[in-house]
């Protein structure tokens, strides 16, 4: 599965019992090209059929299209205390030929 969840932010996740969503944001700037940056928020997306639903360890996790097929995601836990945050990390998936 393209999808791995680190075991700390794993127990986070089903402690904060809250669906995750994941997508991409252009960033853009006026000097260099644009980028494309991962974020996270903890809702239910509002157009579901844009996103690609994934239920893990007690959590619904929204993951927008086609991302999934593109990217191998990392979700981990950052910070500490009271200061933790969920991250992610997406890897391109390799392209084997046949």
Not at 25 to 43: L, Q, Y
Request: glycine share 2%; aromatic share 8%.
């Amino acid at each position: 599965m393209p999808l791995h969840i680190e075991d700390d932010a794993k127990q986070w996740l089903q402690k904060k019992q809250k669906p995750v969503t994941i997508q991409l944001v252009d960033v853009e700037s006026c000097c260099a090209p644009s980028v494309s940056e991962a974020t996270i928020s903890f809702h239910t997306p509002k157009h579901q059929a844009q996103f690609e639903q994934i239920s893990m360890y007690d959590t619904a996790i929204y993951i927008k299209k086609p991302l999934l097929a593109n990217y191998t995601i990392t979700l981990k836990l950052a910070g500490f205390g009271p200061f933790k945050l969920l991250s992610t990390k997406l890897a391109p998936v390799a392209v084997t030929e046949v």
